[in-house]
Nanobody, 124 residues
């Protein structure tokens, strides 16, 4: 059974940093595209960042470009989201997603697997 488990969320002051981790288990994810989404209170879930199955292409939503960085460790079946210069508007539950088709498009539109989410709260 495929599982995605996020960790690393928490409370941080504006301007601070956090690193989220998403560990995948249940099969080999080396060719999967993996990404991050977030959902703020009262808002729809939105795409944040994705890395394709080859690991050579990344995409970010405009609001996090230059502040967030997605990376992956194939050996650990883990994807990371380094978040710097955090703002109160980054407050949300952050979800990891993965898709075996391996493309960034697949994750951005309809990923097959989801994690349970981790809360990130940025205080002003």
């Amino acid at each position: 059974q495929v599982q995605l488990v996020e960790s690393g969320g928490g409370l941080v002051q504006a301007g601070g940093s956090l690193r989220l981790s998403c560990e995948a288990s249940g099969r080999t994810f080396s060719s999967y595209a993996m990404g991050w989404f977030r959902q703020a209170p009262g808002k729809e879930r939105e795409f944040v960042a994705v890395v394709n199955g080859n690991g050579d292409t990344t995409y970010y939503t405009d609001s996090v470009k230059g502040r967030f960085a997605i990376s992956r460790d194939i050996a650990k079946n883990t994807v990371y989201l380094q978040m710097n210069s955090l703002k109160p508007e980054d407050t949300a539950v952050y979800y990891c997603a993965a898709d075996p088709r391996g493309t960034a498009y697949a994750v951005r539109t309809y990923p097959e697997y989801w994690g349970q989410g981790t809360q990130v709260t940025v205080s002003s």
